[in-house]
């Protein structure tokens, strides 16, 4: 593993500057459990998967799957959506995009437009194109090491075991939070601080246009959460507000299916929607 | 033809046929020439011999000029310069004359037609007219009809053609121009004068280089060949240090670092990285090169390294923070440099991207990527970014967008389902039409097919809650050729 001889370098001082001294000498002394305790975040009440959810921008290194082969439009929005609610970091330095050059021509590039339109500064984006898995593995350790960025995101085909440890231990000095979107038909072990499949949901209605799609929606579902156990197949439905850019939950019952749910008058379709949109178009 | 020592100790030479060759020599092997390959070969070669001055040029298909002007003094003198570089021809195999003198010319003359191998002419311009006088005129790099013109007035040594008037000479020329035009004989008259000033150092004569000469470079002549990786890192962590120290005194820093290596056989391996900003920093530099060094292969040892620096400018010098935690809002361009750096050195130089704003209305057009520089765009201008509630703008945009296959209720509504990367989409949801025009300075244009067409575009949600950005382009009562066509150009969140 050449390009991963960084592991054993020392951590380095700026970065160690931030940290407790006990985890910077439970971490340079490679005490594991040290670390993993480091890695888990602040606690969130049981039940709670939502402030979970909304806890994945704040720091620890995670893993966003697609649910299904055509979702990584919604994953690549729900990972802007967690970071976008860390804005007083943004200031301090750009969010690193890493994307394999695979991951682009399915998926296309992020647009400053649509950028901004999630809540991020375009300014403040720094796009990295790689060719092969390897190199954006070592891309999202060295920006985590560089201590001058807010936030790493990471499109790429696959990430080891060893590779997730790595960047976790990583993650854990810069104090920097990271994402990796990973493909559908990612599985395996991790050394993330949790995994999480995110899917595209059916939005409501825009309020003032009946026939246009709203805020964006995504359905996740905690594969496995190191700090919150008890969150492992659990789901919740979550938007976006529109001016605030920051997550809401659709529906408060977690765990029951998507299709279970009677929503309240004006926000779910009923079920004649379908032919009530089709008068619509018609008269128009 | 060309021939190799065993064949011309036959007779053989060029000038000659093959079949009487093979008549002199019957085990005779013979190939065609390869001009190509000669001169790919002889640029190698002219590379290597920048160990010695950087403005190396090529001079017909088998000579090599060097500039030396300033540089003798790095091989102990002219003369010991001339040993070095004929021991290290020699040691590569490389059949060679060298000539060496205050002008070009005289020093091409002295290469091909001076009786030794090997020969200078010290001094200025009375010395270049007495070292040149005994060579034959052939030295004077001339056309072929005006060599035999020249012969023919009895002309054979360069000191001949000299002592005559100029004028006389042209005027030889023009009365012998039986057979040639009156005025070619007195372009010939012309060529013979100008290259005879060029010799004797009375004009300048313009190199053309193969590369530019670096801005800053730092030799290292190895005594001892390296021949390992560790010693190639050694070397170059010592003529960083030296640049370093240059750099500093100047207060600049460099945006391109390149190492070349010079192998002893006549091969050169040089190994480039660029920087966002201008740096310095010998550390920062070396981690850059770090995995590059590998791609030098030592051969049989490397005995000279030379570093050279371009793009050489003032470097701000900014203090460090005091911490992360006092650093405020604003990000630490100076880490950040060195990031891109890093990640530059190993994806390429087009890896590290921003996006900076840029006056169209076409969301493709929008925006531009661009290396990062070590500058972060500003989107906070007006007009940079649309209004708050303006149409939506897919956080996606396909590389290349991509035909979809759309059925709609009416030929200009919105799609009702599509097929897209050969999948069926029933659309529950759109937003739209938000019609684009085509950017209005290039009306007056040829059209480019679609590109110049308005557009319909809609924002999609299909059964699955999946959002598209579709764009029918063209429109049916537009005049401008074809059915509009639908295209996917990016996707929602």
């Known amino acids: 593993m050449e390009s991963h001889r960084t592991l054993t370098r020392p951590l380095r001082p700026a970065a160690a500057a931030v940290l407790d001294p006990a985890l910077v000498s439970a971490l340079a002394g490679g005490a594991a459990r040290a670390a993993r305790l480091a890695l888990a975040g602040p606690a969130v009440p049981e039940g709670d998967v939502p402030a979970l959810a909304a806890g994945l921008g704040r720091s620890g290194l995670h893993e966003l799957v697609e649910a299904r082969f ?58 990295v194109a790689v060719a092969r898995p390897v190199d954006g593995l070592w891309a999202v350790e060295e920006a985590l090491r560089s201590g001058a960025v807010a936030a790493v995101a990471a499109e790429l085909p696959e990430a080891g075991f060893t590779a997730t440890r790595r960047l976790s231990l990583a993650v854990a000095a810069a104090g920097v939070p990271a994402l990796l979107l990973l493909p559908h038909d990612r599985a395996g072990a991790s050394a993330a601080a949790s995994r999480w499949r995110v899917a595209a949901a059916p939005s409501a209605p825009d309020p003032h246009d009946r026939l246009a799609p709203g805020a964006a929606r995504w359905r996740v579902t905690v594969v496995r959460a190191r700090a919150a156990p008890w969150a492992a197949g659990r789901s919740c439905e979550l938007e976006v507000g529109d001016a605030t850019h920051a997550l809401r ?36 | 033809m060309a021939a190799d020592r065993a064949a011309a100790a036959l007779g053989i030479g060029p000038g000659m046929s093959l079949a009487d060759a093979r008549a002199r020599g019957p085990g005779l092997r013979s190939a065609e020439i390869d001009r190509a390959a000669d001169a790919a070969a002889l640029v190698a070669l002219g590379r290597w011999m920048t160990r010695w001055s950087p403005v190396v040029a090529l001079d017909g298909r088998d000579g090599l000029a060097l500039d030396i002007t300033g540089c003798a003094h790095l091989s102990g003198g002219e ?38 191998r090997i020969t200078r002419i010290e001094g200025g311009a009375e010395a270049l007219e007495a070292g040149l006088a005994p060579l034959p005129a052939a030295g004077l790099r001339l056309a072929p009809e005006a060599l035999r013109l020249l012969h023919r007035f009895g002309l054979t040594r360069i000191g001949q053609v000299a002592r005559l008037p100029r004028a006389s000479l042209a005027r030889r020329f023009r009365s012998a121009g039986g057979e040639t035009a009156a005025g070619d004989a007195a372009a010939l008259a012309d060529q013979v004068l100008l290259r005879l000033d060029q010799a004797l150092g009375r004009l300048v004569e313009p190199l053309a280089p193969l590369g530019l000469p670096p801005e800053h470079a730092e030799r290292l002549p190895c005594p001892e060949p390296l021949l390992d990786l560790a010693g190639i890192e050694a070397g170059l962590g010592r003529l960083l240090g030296r640049l370093a120290e240059r750099l500093a005194a100047a207060g600049q820093g460099a945006r391109r670092f390149r190492l070349r290596a010079y192998r002893a056989d006549g091969v050169t391996a040089a190994v480039e990285i660029r920087t966002a900003r201008p740096v310095r920093d010998p550390a920062h530099v070396a981690r850059l090169f770090g995995e590059r060094l590998a791609a030098i292969d030592p051969g049989h040892g490397i005995d000279l390294l030379v570093l050279e620096a371009e793009g050489v400018a003032a470097m701000e010098t900014a203090p460090a923070p005091l911490g992360r935690g006092f650093a405020g809002a604003a990000p630490d361009m100076a880490a950040l440099a060195a990031l891109a750096d890093r990640l530059a050195a190993r994806l390429g130089p087009e890896a590290v991207t921003v996006t900076w704003p840029r006056a169209s209305h076409l969301p493709e057009h929008a925006e531009r990527a661009a290396p990062f520089t070590g500058e972060l765009p500003d989107w ?104 509009p066509r639908w295209r996917i150009l990016g996707l929602f969140t």
């Open chain 1, 249 to 284: 939950v659709v529906d408060r019952l977690a765990d029951r299916p998507a299709a279970a749910r009677a929503g309240p008058a004006g926000r779910g379709l009923p079920a004649l929607a379908g032919g009530s949109e089709e008068a619509l178009r018609r008269r128009a």
């Open chain 2, 79 to 116: 003369a010991a310069l001339m040993a070095d570089v004929s021991a290290r021809l020699a040691g590569a195999g490389i059949a060679h004359r060298l000539g060496l003198a205050a002008s070009l010319g005289a020093a091409w003359a002295l290469a091909h037609v001076a009786p030794g």
């Open chain 1, 70 to 127: 055509g979702d990584m439009g919604a994953v690549a929005g729900f990972a802007l959506a967690v970071l976008a609610g860390t804005a007083e970091r943004a200031a301090a330095g750009p969010l690193v995009w890493i994307a394999s050059a695979a991951a682009m021509r399915a998926h296309g590039r992020l647009s400053a437009r649509g950028l901004a339109a999630a809540g991020g500064d375009p300014g403040r984006l720094l796009s």
């Open chain 2, 380 to 483: 906070s201008a007006p007009g940079a970014l649309p209004p708050p509630g303006s149409a939506p703008r897919p956080l996606r945009l396909l590389i290349r967008p991509e035909p979809v296959e759309v059925v709609a209720e009416l030929p200009d509504g919105p799609p009702a389902r599509f097929v897209w990367r050969r999948v069926a989409r029933r659309v529950v949801r759109a937003r739209g039409p938000e019609r684009l025009g085509p950017e209005w300075w290039r009306l007056g244009l040829a059209p480019r097919d679609f590109e110049d067409r308005a557009r319909d575009c809609y924002a999609v949600e299909d059964s699955e809650g999946r959002r598209y950005w579709l764009c029918r382009e063209g429109l049916y009562d537009d005049g401008r050729g074809a059915l």
